[in-house]
């Protein structure tokens, strides 16, 4: 599967973004689909995932109760839709996709065999 990440941008600190990953190839319903962040100098970050089947989701701490993450299997896309963010949210956000399913380890980027190419989120203070 190929992933597109798309939506990024600059933003006033309090503002939201809603980013999308575009998938094409194989059934995106099959994947669990995630978004990592990465700032300069820093090691990459999990953010959100949500499980093919299921639909269940996972919200990493450092965001949690201001992100949402959701997909459209019809569309072949995923979205994660930002709220109230701050100038540490800066950062490229980069969506990854993956045939497993083990919910232990759906924060672990290396659960990841698929990922898009990475928008840039920055906030501004």
């Known amino acids: 599967v190929q992933l597109q990440a798309s939506g990024g941008g600059l933003v006033q600190a309090g503002g939201s973004l809603r980013l999308s990953c575009e998938a094409s190839?194989?059934?995106?319903?099959?994947?669990?689909l995630a978004w990592f962040r990465q700032a300069p100098g820093k090691e990459r970050e999990f953010v959100a995932a949500i499980r093919r089947g299921s639909g269940s989701t996972f919200t990493g701490v450092s965001v949690k109760g201001r992100v949402t993450i959701s997909r459209d299997n019809a569309k072949n896309t995923g979205y994660l839709q930002m709220n109230s963010l701050k100038p540490e949210d800066t950062a490229v956000y980069y969506c990854?996709?993956?045939?497993?399913?083990?919910?232990?380890?759906?924060?672990?980027?290396?659960?990841?065999?698929?990922w898009g190419q990475g928008t840039q989120v920055t906030v501004s203070s």
């Open positions: 190839g194989r059934t995106f319903s099959s994947y669990t």
């Open positions: 990854a996709a993956s045939g497993t399913d083990i919910v232990t380890t759906v924060n672990n980027r290396r659960t990841y065999a698929y």
